[in-house]
């Protein structure tokens, strides 16, 4: 996928309009996407994938309407943090043992057992443009082969934890009565649904 910055990566499209799906389940897919459920499995999900490599490979959501999946340089770096509020969980500079400097929380600070780190992205950063593999080894190689199969099986199982099944169709339906006609997308991610196919692809 190439996007404004010209930066290319390995992206799988999840559209919901670009899958082959019958009117009335594309229907409850776009239905589907206003819920908060789904998007708590995704978010786990690519959390698990980042952490798996050190958070030096991250997937994330990229398009004008956030419709492809997208694999992503990032790393980590120290936050600086030293303690972390034991009620709301706010993390801090300050000294240990002393109130949480937080509006209405009654928490205390306490003490990090581990270092912190921030995680970082790389959206700019392209993946393998232009990229000359003649001068790879076969375990560079092979690496690479397993980076981008492990991302087009986490974009599997992103899709498939968004499938409509009846204990969601009943959010579906309680979302509904809650908040009638009008509803606001939980967050401004659209994706798909559904079964999509096709493998992740480095398209430009």
């Known amino acids: 996928m190439s996007s404004w910055n010209r930066s290319t990566s390995y992206a799988r499209d ?12 594309r229907d409850r897919a776009y239905e589907f996407l206003d819920l908060r459920e789904p ?16 958070w030096r490979w991250q997937l994330g959501f990229n398009g004008r309407s956030a419709g492809y999946l997208v694999l992503y ?29 937080k509006d209405k929380c009654d928490g205390t600070l306490r003490l ?14 392209g993946i393998d443009d232009e990229t000359d593999f003649s001068d790879w080894s076969t375990e560079e190689l092979r690496d690479r082969v397993e980076l981008v199969r492990d991302f087009d099986r986490l974009c599997d199982a992103c899709i498939k934890s968004m499938r409509p099944g009846a204990e969601l169709t009943r959010s579906m339906n309680m979302e509904r009565t809650r908040r009638g006609a009008q509803t606001e997308p ?19």
């Open 39 to 54: 998007y708590e499995g995704i978010n786990a999900l690519i959390a698990q994938f980042g952490l798996s490599y050190d």
């Open 186 to 204: 939980w967050l401004t991610i659209r994706i798909a649904c559904t079964k999509s196919a096709g493998d992740a692809v480095a398209s430009t």
């Open 112 to 125: 990090l057992e581990e270092e912190h780190y921030n995680v970082i992205t790389y959206p700019g950063r």
């Open 73 to 101: 340089q990032g790393g980590r770096k120290k936050s600086g943090y030293t303690t972390r509020c034991d009620a709301c969980g706010m993390y801090t500079w300050y000294d240990t043992e002393q109130p949480c400097h």
């Open 14 to 25: 999840v559209k919901v309009h670009n899958l082959s799906l019958p009117r009335k389940l």
